[in-house]
Antibody, heavy 117, light 109 residues
Framework: EVHLVESGGGLVKPGGSLRLSCTAS????????MNWVRRAPGRGLECVSS????????YYADSVKGRFTIFRDDAKSSLFLQMNNLRADDTAVYYC??????????WGQGTLVTVSS | QTVVTQEPSLTVSPGGTVTLTCASS?????????PSWFQQKPGQAPRPLIY???NKHSWTPARFSGSLLGGKAALTLSGVQPEDEADYFC?????????FGGGTALTVL
C-alpha cells in the first residue's frame, strides 16, 4: 500500500527557515515524479514545487522561487522541501503528492507550517 | 500567468445532479491538458477522483464522472449524497506544470 508521510512543519518567525520531509513507502520511489502542494487558510490548492524522477527537471511556483529548494534522496525514499526566508503568506498545510503520466494518485496527510511573529 | 477558473460555490439537493466546470484563461481545456479532479473535506488531504479527463481511480464512486463540456473540463455528480459536501479542485497540466483551479465549495442541502 502506498504511504506518504510528511513531517517538519511547525511555527516559525518571518524570515526563518524550515525543512519539510516526505517519507514514502509501498512503491519504488525512484520511479516517480514528486510534488509539494500547499493549501493556505481560505485559499485553494497551489503546486509549490515539483521534481521529476531523476531530479533533472525541477519546477517552482513564482511565489517561492529563490526561497524554496526541492530535492530527493531515493536511497531513503524521501522528498524534501527546504524553505528559507519564510513569509506570513507561506502559512499553509503542505502536502507531498506523487504523480506519473498526469495521474496524481496519492497524497500525504499534510504538515502545517505557520509563519508568525 | 495561466488562470484556471471554477464556480466558487454550488448547491445541490440530495439525490440530484450537479456539474462543476473548469475553464482555462488560455482557451479551451482539451484532453491534452489531462484535467484531473480532487475532493477535499476539512482537515483531510485532497482525494483524487478523476485523472486524464475521464479516468476514475479504483476508489472513485460510480456517481462521479469526468468529461469535456463546451471547452471546459467538467465533473458531474449524479445521485448526490450528503457526504459529497466538500471542496472540489480541478488540475490542469500545462507543459508539465500544474495549475489548480480556485475550487468549488459544494453544498448538499
Amino acid at each position: 500500500e502506498v504511504h506518504l508521510v510528511e513531517s517538519g512543519g511547525g511555527l516559525v518567525k518571518p524570515g526563518g527557515s524550515l525543512r519539510l520531509s516526505c517519507t514514502a513507502s509501498g512503491f519504488t520511489f525512484s520511479d516517480y515524479p514528486m510534488n509539494w502542494v500547499r493549501r493556505a487558510p481560505g485559499r485553494g490548492l497551489e503546486c509549490v514545487s515539483s521534481i521529476n524522477h531523476d531530479s533533472s527537471r525541477i519546477y517552482y511556483a513564482d511565489s517561492v522561487k529563490g526561497r524554496f529548494t526541492i530535492f530527493r534522496d531515493d536511497a531513503k525514499s524521501s522528498l524534501f522541501l527546504q524553505m528559507n526566508n519564510l513569509r506570513a503568506d507561506d502559512t499553509a498545510v503542505y502536502y507531498c503528492a506523487r504523480d506519473i503520466n498526469y495521474n496524481v494518485d496519492h497524497w500525504g496527510q499534510g504538515t502545517l507550517v505557520t509563519v508568525s511573529s | 500567468q495561466t488562470v484556471v477558473t471554477q464556480e466558487p460555490s454550488l448547491t445541490v439537493s440530495p439525490g440530484g445532479t450537479v456539474t462543476l466546470t473548469c475553464a482555462s484563461s488560455t482557451g479551451a481545456v482539451t484532453s491534452g491538458f489531462y484535467p484531473s479532479w480532487f475532493q477535499q473535506k476539512p482537515g483531510q488531504a485532497p482525494r483524487p477522483l478523476i485523472y486524464a479527463t475521464t479516468n476514475k481511480h479504483s476508489w472513485t464512486p460510480a456517481r462521479f464522472s469526468g468529461s469535456l463540456l463546451g471547452g471546459k473540463a467538467a465533473l458531474t455528480l449524479s445521485g448526490v449524497q450528503p457526504e459529497d459536501e466538500a471542496d472540489y479542485f480541478c488540475l490542469v497540466h500545462y507543459g508539465g506544470n500544474w495549475v489548480f483551479g480556485g475550487g468549488t465549495a459544494l453544498t448538499v442541502l
